[in-house]
């Protein structure tokens, strides 16, 4: 941290990678739960920033289990 800027190290890049995915899981998993109780794309997409084409592979994905 010379001169005022800023180098994340590799470990926090990391961190803040690891951070990252572990919300898109949880955001998957409450969109997972979304389909289950029978939202539409649009209010599933509207509460959890999804893409429609993201929502119609977990509802594939649900149809498969």
Excluded: H, W
């Amino acid at each position: 941290k010379s001169g005022g800027t800023f180098m994340p190290t590799i470990a926090e890049k990391l961190i803040q990678e690891g951070k990252k995915e572990g919300k898109q899981e949880g955001i998957t998993e409450v969109a997972e739960k979304m389909v289950q109780r029978g939202l539409s794309n649009a209010d599933i997409r509207d509460f959890t920033g999804l893409s429609i084409k993201k929502i119609e592979e977990i509802r594939n994905s649900l149809k498969r289990k």
